[in-house]
């Protein structure tokens, strides 16, 4: 069996077939709403659908899942249908013993990667791909819960069995379940630490604050000025990575202006809510964009320009309104920037200094937006470079290699704390401070801090933020000012005191109208 996945402008673009041209594939995905990434199951031999694999696909498909999810999920039963073949059944004859072996080959043991179409790089008379890892609580949990959807769909919808092969034990487990219940890994920063990490890691400085001048990587300003973006903000990877000029107000707004806007499509679940980023984040953005985005643009200009069909030219910015308006596939088209996913966002350009250049804040060599595998690489480098040059006076690194959602976690916490000291002050006693806490969840809603991180947060339940409580007692990560000089230059005294009093003067109007 082979895994593809629909892909409607490749489609479009690329096509060449006497029976539909490639316009008429892509007027008949549209017409079934079929989304980009939905998983397609060909049989090897005769090149036809497999079933219920692709029936299961496209009612993935009708649940407007991320074309990346859908890939992803796709990827899992094409492992599953691997596993069950070399045992020499098919997925619909799996018995539990079946699926037990193959968490137990996912979670357990050491084992050959295979590859979608079912062979090893072996089986094809070519040297064997390097033992990959047992895959740890997450990603299973991932694994499993794709496994209950997929017999869930051929029991209840396909009713191509009776039941699923997984007996259902106490409080709804199964035997796929990972057995462990975790809350949230919250890994947040010292203030040493992200200094460590943004300034010696991405910004090539020495730990003394010197030049490092045998730092031979791209992008030093481009690091920190996503560092302090994703501290400031408090945003996910996805919203801070694809963020537009226009929404910082970046060659619209007066320098080092806080700005405020909204995300949507980029936003975990679709969920919409009000970004605010701060002066100093600004600031730390329009430093990029003067010092070393210029010459990156200019290089890639030539390649844009060669690009442009593929490409959504704007030609009329409105960031009053979050309008962007220009030409794609050869039409006039409007969209609303908070409405524009990653990948719209990634082949969005406008006429520049030099040519075309991207609209999206971070641009890499190629012109363009980075993808995840490059943030990737720029963390690992930095981890690398930390390690390197750690000696007596750098701060105590962690037994894991930190993340760029470790920056969330440290702006949840740090703005969780400010906020809770300024409503009453310093409470040395830890047995008052966790009665404070539980009062805050059934009190007066008014300007709970709880509350307030949640919806800067975007969380979908306030019990998820929860989480973040018990690290507020830590006296290890208490300090003197909550917001004072994590972001700008030393010489500065920059205080984030301004997200607190931002945050609340944004809750109190919202308050009186529910009053009201």
Known sequence: MQLFSVDVELARKYLDSPLLSGDEVAALL????????????????????????????????????????LKEYGRIMARVDVHQRKR???????????????????????????????TTAADEGVPARKPSRPVGHAAWTKE????????????????????????????????????????????????????????????GQRPDSSVNRSFRASGPHRGRCACDLALGTGMRWQEWATVLLPELGIGWGRPGEAAEFKVQACAKYGKERTIYAPEDSVDSAETYCLLERPYVVEAAARRLGRLHRDLFVVSRIEPATGLVRGTLDGIQQEFLMSAMDPDLRRITVREGEFGLEALTLFVCRGGLMPLAD???????????????????????????RWRWHDLRHTYALQLLTYLERQMDGEEPDQAARRRRHRSYLTGNIRYNPLLIVSRRLGHSNPSTTYDYLQYTDDLVNDFEAAFRDWLGDLDEQTTYAQIASHAFRVEKPALKSMEG
């Open 30 to 69: 549209d017409k079934q709403a079929i989304s980009d990434g939905t998983p397609i199951y060909l049989d090897e031999e005769t090149m036809m659908p497999v079933e219920p694999y692709c029936s299961w696909g496209r009612k993935m498909s009708y649940e407007e899942l991320a074309k990346s999810t």
């Open 88 to 118: 020499g059944r098919d997925i619909l004859s799996a018995t539990e013993s079946d699926l037990v072996a193959y968490k137990r080959s996912r979670t357990q043991r050491t084992r050959l990667a295979d590859s979608a179409e079912g």
């Open 144 to 203: 499993s819960g794709v496994i209950d959807k997929f017999y869930t769909y051929a029991v209840k919808d396909r009713k191509c069995l009776e039941s699923a092969p997984m007996r259902v034990a106490a409080r709804g487990r199964n035997a796929l379940s990972s057995g462990i219940r975790l809350g949230m890994d919250i890994r947040h920063l010292t203030f040493d630490q992200f200094r460590y990490f943004r300034d010696v890691g991405l910004g």
């Open 374 to 400: 490059s943030w990737k690489r720029y963390r690992h480098d930095a981890w690398r470079r930390m390690e390197a040059l750690a000696d007596e006076t750098t701060p105590l690194m962690p037994a894991k």
